[in-house]
């Protein structure tokens, strides 16, 4: 078995931690399970604008182009020119953000699994921004064909999930006539083909109210890019905070798997970052190659990750940020151990 090329981005602040953690339950999976992995490590952030005076180099994009997937770690302030611009270039169209309560977790609800589909390359996030002396303008790009095509996988997800199988599509199309109506009335259209899945609509204000109000009943959320990036932190805070909270960037070709949250500098290199979210990442990685790679061992190592994790927390083994007192190689350890005893 050749293995698979894994792109490497550490990132800055507390990324090094929790990517170096993430390296060492890959690394014990491919003991256990015969998986293969090729890790090129390349830079981007913060730290690599410092050193070279470019926060994204040509090397490391060449890199990831060349990868079968990329980990990236959290970076800092270079987000827009880092993660940003990938997804653009990419065309990383998709972003996909589980919300989902591990039982251990002091969660608001037990019963909250649901997913955040969100398109990831239009919206305000394009950065089109100019100023004209005292006045500032950002232009908001929404297309039909990005609307349609993110639709698409937000009611495929819900039919392979097979949990509630309902998709709710947030806008505010009563106020941004034009770019949410356009994009409301693409998720319309698509939702006419899948008859089997219950489709809704709720304005983001409500959807913001109802996430912390009745979040079990959500399912799969279909909404744009900054309405996205907002909802999902907000629905880390159900299940435990930003450190329970991955995420997969997923274009037709490639995809780049990351934490939801920042580079957290106020607490990098005291060794008490939580490494679940960039764990968590790896294992949607995993699912990922499974599906577009037609591999069994990835689909096994995915469901190993998770119920390592959850194992873990049910041993009452969890980092500051969860109410315990672990460092990050503490549960990393424990949570390793439970891989060699699955």
Excluded at 78 to 96: E, G, K, P, S, W
Excluded at 168 to 196: D, I, Q, S, W
Excluded at 211 to 229: A, C, Q, S, Y
Aim: neutral net charge; glycine residues 6%.
């Amino acid at each position: 078995m050749a293995g698979y090329k894994i792109s490497v981005i550490k990132g800055d602040g507390i990324g090094p931690e929790i990517v170096d953690a993430t390296l060492k339950v890959l690394e014990k999976l491919q003991d256990k399970l015969g998986l293969k992995f090729n890790f090129i490590f390349a830079e981007a952030g913060d730290e690599c604008f410092k050193k070279t005076g470019c926060a994204l180099p040509k090397e490391t994009i060449d890199i990831v182009k060349n990868s079968d997937a990329c980990l990236k770690g959290p970076v800092g302030e270079t987000a827009m020119d880092t993660i940003v611009v990938l997804r653009q270039m990419f065309d990383l169209y998709v972003n996909l953000r589980p919300v989902k309560c591990y039982s251990p977790m002091d969660c608001i609800k037990r019963d909250i699994d649901f997913v955040i589909v969100r398109e990831n390359t239009e919206d305000l996030y394009k950065g089109f921004e100019f100023q004209l002396n005292d006045i500032a303008i950002a232009l908001r790009v929404i297309t039909k064909r990005a609307s349609q095509r993110i639709a698409e996988q937000a009611f495929k997800l819900a039919e392979l999930r097979n949990r509630k199988r309902s998709v709710v599509c947030v806008h505010k199309a009563n106020v941004m006539r034009k770019t949410c109506g356009l994009f409301v009335e693409a998720c319309r259209e698509v939702a006419l083909k899948y008859k089997n899945i219950k489709f809704s609509e709720m304005y983001v204000d409500a959807a913001a109210m109802n996430i912390i109000r009745k979040p079990e009943d959500f399912d799969v959320i279909l909404t744009m890019n900054m309405f996205g990036d907002i909802l999902s932190d907000e629905a880390a805070q159900l299940i435990g905070g930003l450190g329970m909270a991955p995420s997969a960037n997923i274009g037709d070709n490639l995809a780049i798997f990351e934490p939801v949250h920042g580079s957290a500098p106020d607490i990098a290199g005291k060794g008490i970052a939580n490494p679940i979210s960039m764990i968590l990442s790896a294992k949607m990685m995993l699912e990922w190659l499974a599906n577009t790679r037609n591999d069994p061992l990835c689909n096994k190592g995915a469901i190993l990750i998770e119920n390592a994790v959850r194992k873990t927390l049910e041993k009452g083994i969890k980092t500051i940020d969860l109410g315990g007192s672990s460092k990050t190689r503490d549960f990393t350890f424990a949570l390793i151990n439970e891989l060699t005893n699955a």
